[in-house]
């Protein structure tokens, strides 16, 4: 099955052989975590070939340095292919304005990256105002989304980050990637720096939201509980290349040994079935359901 | 004549002088700021230029500032004795704190809040106006502090060059071997620096995000 040919239609998202290569003199894309330190004439993600469709969530699993991130990046033209094409909409990234682009698609990182000056109504409301909505239709909006993730009770619209937990933060986060109702949404390990009881409420919540949205979204992440818990389909890649894809609930059958080494850090029994089961035991081991929204 | 009686007597005179001192500055601080500032941006956008920039501003910074003063004065059109000259003076020395401080504050931001502004959609310009530089604000409101700081201390030397300003009471009061008359420089001069330094330093905490 992985090997189908990809149908090109149907494809929201495509990665036509791409290959992403820096070297000592390109500009290195100013990521956090994934960069390898020797960069001198590096290939990132080679021969890549994949398809997305729609409503999808495909989990880019892998390793630190496996290039999961520069795939993503490489979605909203933040990184541009070395050779091959990556296509959005049916139309390479390359011929897309990069600004009507990104507007166009929704991205969440670890830490939120949420603007320190802005408060949580103003961090939300960027991409609307940046595609010149009125100010009535973002002040709606704005509302919609803080009830979506969670954050409609109390003061939190006029609150600054700093005045919110990480997990809250990250709530905020995922409502300013959805603010302008993209059709695609970009996570890098979104819940990669919250402890493990808000994360794995964020995680449960998230699972729920993205089935009800529909949207078509691509998850970067090293945890492959998460990928189980999230995925309708876990790419696997080693070393910038894709090594394994499949249905989480066929994923841990795969015989690749990167597979083996992924699914052995799970606990003894770590088929997918009973892999929510086992994250609510951890749960209620850590702190009897509490946390903090 | 005691200081405290040459300061009434002459209190019409020091006051005017202490205009004109703060004229001085404010005028070598506006030019300074509007220099400094777009070229700060400018060198964030060009990192190649960025080492002959600092370079540059931190040389000027480096001359003792008579011997600058001194420099200038053969100078057709900029130099010469008088107020131009000393303005010339003053607004290189202004410079690097201002220029220093507008780089580090523009390049020293959280990259993931610069990452989610590109990610967003902003143009690299509006990443600029509504990132960058309101994150970077207190920053260099900080090194406006440092080099207005300065500029009130150079300036005092300025009336070497017949500037004016308070400097002027200073030299004065030295030839005469006057207290009364060095205090009337030093003193007003004294009180603008750390009052401009006080008032500069509550504007820095106002605009700091944390």
């Given at each position: 099955m992985s090997a189908q040919p990809e149908a090109l239609i149907n494809a929201t998202i495509q990665f036509d052989a791409v290959t992403y290569s820096v070297n000592g003199t390109s500009r290195i894309p100013a990521s956090h975590s994934e960069r390898p330190p020797n960069t001198k004439e590096k290939i990132l993600v080679r021969d890549i070939r994949l398809s997305i469709a729609e409503s999808e969530t495909v989990v880019l699993l892998g390793r630190s340095g496996s290039g999961k991130t520069t795939l993503l990046r490489l979605i909203n033209r933040m990184l541009e292919p070395s050779s091959g094409t990556v296509l959005v909409q049916g139309r390479a990234t390359t011929q897309w304005n990069p600004y009507a682009l990104r507007r166009s698609i929704g991205y969440v990182i670890q830490e939120a990256g949420l603007f320190p000056h802005f408060t949580v109504e103003q961090n939300i409301a960027l991409v609307p105002g940046l595609e010149k909505w009125e100010k009535p239709r973002i002040d709606t909006r704005v509302r919609e989304l803080l009830k979506l993730v969670g954050l409609d009770g109390g003061d939190f619209a006029a609150r600054y980050p700093r005045q919110l937990s990480g997990g809250q933060r990250q709530r905020v986060g995922v409502a300013r990637a959805l603010a302008a109702d993209p059709q695609i949404l970009l996570m890098d390990e979104p819940f990669g720096a919250l402890d493990p009881v808000t994360r794995a409420e964020l995680q449960k919540e998230f699972a729920a939201l993205a089935r009800r949205l529909g949207k078509t979204?691509?998850?970067?992440?090293?945890?492959?509980?998460?990928?189980?818990l999230l995925a309708t389909r876990i790419v696997l890649l080693e070393h910038g290349k894709i090594v394994a894809q499949d249905a989480p609930e066929n994923f841990l059958q795969v015989k690749h040994p990167e597979v083996r080494a992924f699914a052995s850090c799970l606990d003894t029994d770590g088929a997918p079935g009973n892999v929510a089961g086992s994250r609510s035991d951890a749960d209620e081991g850590l702190a009897g359901g509490g946390g903090q929204p | 004549m005691n200081a405290y009686t040459f300061f009434v007597t002459h209190g019409a005179e020091i006051f005017s002088t202490t205009l004109e001192h703060l004229e001085l500055v404010l005028i070598s601080m506006a030019i300074a700021v509007a220099l400094a500032i777009p070229l700060g941006i400018f060198i964030v956008q060009r990192p190649a230029l960025r080492t002959v920039a600092l370079g540059i501003a931190s040389v000027f910074q480096t001359i003792p500032s008579l011997a600058l003063f001194g420099f200038l004065i053969p100078i057709p059109f900029i130099g010469g004795i008088g107020k131009r000259t000393a303005v010339v003076a003053l607004v290189l020395y202004a410079l690097l704190p201002i220029l220093r401080n507008t780089y580090v504050g523009l390049t020293g931001i959280d990259p993931a809040v610069l990452e989610a502004a590109t990610a967003m959609g902003m143009t690299p310009w509006q990443v600029m106006w509504?990132?960058?530089?309101?994150?970077?604000?207190?920053?260099?409101?900080?090194?406006?502090?440092?080099?207005?700081?300065?500029?009130?201390?150079?300036?005092?030397?300025?009336?070497?060059?017949?500037?004016?300003?308070?400097?002027?009471?200073?030299?004065?009061?030295?030839?005469?071997?006057?207290?009364?008359?060095?205090?009337?420089?030093?003193?007003?001069?004294?009180?603008?620096?750390?009052?401009?330094?006080?008032?500069?330093?509550?504007?820095?905490?106002?605009?700091?995000?944390?």
């Open positions: 979204i691509v998850f970067v992440t090293h945890d492959l509980r998460e990928a189980l | 509504r990132v960058r530089l309101p994150l970077a604000l207190s920053v260099i409101l900080a090194g406006i502090r440092t080099a207005t700081v300065i500029t009130i201390g150079v300036a005092t030397i300025a009336a070497a060059i017949g500037a004016g300003g308070l400097g002027t009471f200073i030299f004065r009061g030295v030839a005469m071997v006057s207290d009364a008359v060095i205090l009337a420089g030093a003193i007003p001069a004294a009180l603008l620096a750390l009052v401009a330094d006080g008032l500069l330093a509550m504007l820095e905490r106002r605009l700091r995000v944390s």
